[in-house]
């Protein structure tokens, strides 16, 4: 049995660990945890929970992702992607649905980790992930239209198109001071890093505007701005553990759920934690990544909590501020507790319309248009999958639109794969100069009469076995021997050799003897497994197209 892929780095990092090093990771742990403190709260509040809960995911899951994690300076919480596909969870299922899909989507992330496919997950072709991205952020944006102009509205319809209708027939009742809050929290954010690269602009805009949004109420006595305290009510304790309710009818109804959870959550940190390597030049361990967002997935959900994964703004802060190592992430943790205990009651005093400032520029910040305008002038294939994600994101759901991603990413990895594979035949002559297996240059064997060679390039797998099947009847007649060169295939998958089988027993019928040549090592252990190797006979398996041709030689005569 394979040993498991799990090396958290906290572990050998803390070897090694000294005053400097815990230094710098103080200072960019604190930073990185006043960075989180409002996203976690607008993230939660968008999701349809209460502002703690987005600072309990936080809290949690940042330090499990830290303690666990394959990455030096990955930030674990809750992030943008995860809002439309949470919300969506808890207005049909509630907040005990949302917790028993997160935890699901736990133990998804962790089996995948276990079973070591970090390394797959990371090859999901490039415009499914913008059209994911740019179709959340589109929708997140859709969310806050509604706070960001102080809207009057009984209910907001949960489909893209009918909340835009919703919106139009709405605006007559714009709350002006609201849109005046929700403006200047947007410029506020895009102006602040012009003077310090060191405090975040949502943290200024959120402090600003509540000072503001506070001498207006109280002092001023302007009313119908709402802040978070209208909506929610603040409890800021530690939570105690919740027990779930798990029983196969609802497993069954949010497994869906869970999948789309376990994959959004496996692409983002991955891609975060690879974006990191890139500017820190250290290497992550996917595998220990995967298993510890799917243990922080699945503490979170028994605190009340919501899915999380490794965000890529706050790991950059942490990484520009100088964190190291995972000590970093847990002092960030540790300060966003400390908040909560001490600071919690007075988020109660934000506006709304500020929060939607934030989430404006965060949907701004994901969209990654220059990308999408860029994609768009790629191939035709690659337009198509792109668009199609990114409408299914936004006009229908996320869950639906990862099924259809995946199934386009595996459907456009056939066509690709069976587009590289080529079937070749040769009758009288077969020409090997520049092969690789010759003695000679311009080296030229002769093929017996009633010989026939097959080369087949590139792997024999489900997505191109068809294709040999279409060369051998195009060539249409009967020779005494068919010899198939292999020397070019790097692997074979059950439904290549459901079809080598196949030739070979139709073959037989035919009075035709079937010779394999070159076969490599990895497709030897195929058949030979599978048992046809014992089929077809040893001796009809050559290392080489010589010793193929020798074997014909004996056989015809």
Known sequence: MKRIDFQPVL????????????????????????????????????????????????????????????????????TGAFIVIVYGIIQQFGIEGLAIATVMAGIMLVLMGVFKLGTIIRFIPYPIVVGFTSGIALTIFTTQIKDLFGLTMDKVPADFISKWIAYFHSFDTTNWIALGVGIGSILLIIVTPRFSKKIPGSLIAIIVMTVISYLLRHHLNITGLETIGDRFEINASLPTPNGLAFNIETINQLLPAAFTIAILGAIESLLSATVADGVTGHKHNSNTELIAQGAANIVVPFFGGIPATGAIARTMTNINNGGKTPVAGLIHAVVLLLILLFLGPLTKHIPMACLAGVLVIVSYNMSEWRTFKSLMKNSRSDVAVLLTTFLLTVIFDLTIAIEIGLLLALVLFMKRMSEVTHITVAKDQLDLSNEGEIYHEEEKLIVPQGV?????????FFGVANKFDECMKTIGDKPRIRIIRMRKVPFMDTTGL???????????????????????????????????????????????????????????N
């Open 11 to 78: 572990f050998d990092t803390l070897k090694n660990y000294s005053k400097e090093k815990f230094f710098t990771d103080l200072m960019a742990g604190i930073i990185v945890g006043i960075v989180a403190l409002p996203l976690a709260i607008a993230f939660g509040i968008a999701s349809g929970v209460s502002p703690e809960q987005g600072l309990i995911t936080a809290i949690i899951a940042g330090f499990i992702v830290s303690f666990l994690g394959g990455s030096n300076v990955q930030i674990g919480g809750p």
């Open 452 to 460: 026939e060679v097959y080369e087949i390039d590139g792997p024999f």
């Open 498 to 556: 459901h079809n080598l089988e196949s030739l070979y027993r139709l073959s037989t019928k035919e009075k035709i003897q079937v010779i394999l040549s070159g076969v490599n090592e990895q497709v030897r252990t195929t058949l030979q497994k599978s048992g046809f190797a014992d089929v077809i006979g040893e001796e009809n398996i050559c290392r080489d197209i010589h010793a193929a041709l020798q074997r014909t030689t004996e056989l015809i």
